[in-house]
């Protein structure tokens, strides 16, 4: 494959950008893109993505993938096919540090116990999250509050949105009233997204024990691999040759993926970034029996992994933590740190008791497992007094 080093027309660059919400002068030594990925590298919420769960909880193993790691694998995957695929591979790294910056602790079991505590105050979506911290939460410059990114990455850190959220999110909830695309590097980021968890659920799931080879083998894209390293090297070392499978599954999903986007953008032609924007599906995807092996290998991880009742009794513990604090925060704030009570003080000034609600979320949302844990052991501990 050659590699381009223009960026196509469609790009995002800084010439096509909507720009920031406050204005600020150029950056000097860098690009507007890359001044957003090194805000995010410097914000608090991105180093907390170290001590919050992918699958696994933080303190069951330290080889297990963290968001963090998780977020780095995603970049790398988007920054190789935005590359080659000749859009702007800063904004897809920016994209995919970012996109996973509101998850709560404890994965999805901790999202779907905040979305339900918060069910009567405007519900909790993780990926609103994100953008709510890189837009308010984080306090890092005089001039603004949160990260005054650019529209573009902002745009790839919203990848959904319901109708009624995107009716109040102005130029950046644009987009799905009119069901438009985000651009190139958004959509590339997306599905790296799904490549980097897929096959590093994988690895983990395999490292802690909960599934085997002879039951991965069940889904196409594994024992395709599986047969083609076995028949290769024979004597291959267990561990190793999961690492061989695994990386060859990535490639395989990642050459599919350049592949089918090339042949959709060589059909459809688009010549500038709105034109990515109008189509009405996105260009960067997987082609049909590609997709088809996905959902199998979704199945599967659904099934054998996170159904597992090892995780699952984790993710129960994780639900009633989450909501035993949001309770004990809600019903009494003076339980709170001082800076989230004052928070929680103005907010509900503002909106009443749903104002106090998304301040409690907000400090919960911001918690890492062990950190969750803590404060769980120091309201409900007898023993814990301190
Ligand atoms: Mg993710």
Redesign the pocket.
């Known amino acids: 494959m050659t590699q381009l080093t223009e960026l196509a027309t469609f790009a995002s660059t800084a010439n096509n950008s909507r720009g920031r919400r406050f204005n600020e002068p150029p950056p000097e030594h860098r690009s507007e893109f890359q001044r957003d990925r090194d805000r995010i590298v410097h914000s608090a919420a991105f180093r907390r993505l170290e001590y919050k769960t992918q699958v696994f909880v933080n303190h069951e193993g330290d080889m297990f993938r963290t968001?963090l790691t998780?977020?780095i694998e995603?970049a790398q995957i988007a920054r190789s096919v935005a590359r080659i695929l000749g859009v702007n591979e800063v904004l897809a790294e920016t994209i995919a540090l970012a996109?996973?910056l509101g998850h709560t602790p404890f994965g999805h079991a901790g999202q779907d116990a905040l979305n339900q505590c918060m069910r009567d105050y405007g519900g909790f979506e993780h990926n609103l999250q994100s953008l709510r911290i890189v837009d308010q939460l984080e306090e890092k410059y005089a001039e603004f509050d949160g990260l005054n990114l650019t529209f573009e990455t902002r745009e790839g850190i919203l990848k959904h949105c319901s109708t009624d959220n995107a009716r109040q999110l102005g130029e950046l909830g644009e987009r799905f009233l009119k069901k438009q695309q985000p651009g190139l590097e958004a959509q590339i980021t997306n599905i790296a997204?799904e490549i980097?968890?897929n096959n590093h659920d994988i690895d983990d799931g395999l490292r802690a024990g909960l599934i085997d080879i002879e039951q991965l083998c069940e889904i196409q894209l594994f024992r395709e691999q599986h047969q083609t390293v076995m028949t290769t090297y024979p004597d291959l070392q267990p561990r190793r040759a999961i690492h061989e499978i695994i990386r060859r599954m990535i490639n395989h999903q990642v050459t599919d993926l350049i592949e089918t986007s090339r042949n959709l953008l060589a059909t459809s032609a688009p010549q500038s970034r709105d034109d990515i924007l109008n189509q009405s599906a996105p260009l960067a995807g997987f082609s049909e029996p590609m997709q088809a092996m996905n959902r199998e290998l979704k199945r599967f991880l659904r099934n054998h992994l996170y159904r597992h009742y090892r995780v699952h009794r984790m993710t129960a513990k994780a639900r009633d933590i989450i909501h035993a604090l949001f309770d004990s925060f809600f019903d009494d704030a003076l339980l709170l740190p001082p800076e989230a009570q004052r928070k929680a003080a103005e907010q509900e000034t503002e909106n009443g008791s749903s104002g106090r609600a998304r301040a409690v979320a907000d400090y919960i949302a911001g918690m890492t497992d062990r950190y969750a844990i803590q404060e769980y052991e120091r309201i409900f501990t007898p023993a814990k007094l301190t």
């Open positions: 968001r998780h977020s995603v996109h996973d997204d980097a968890y």
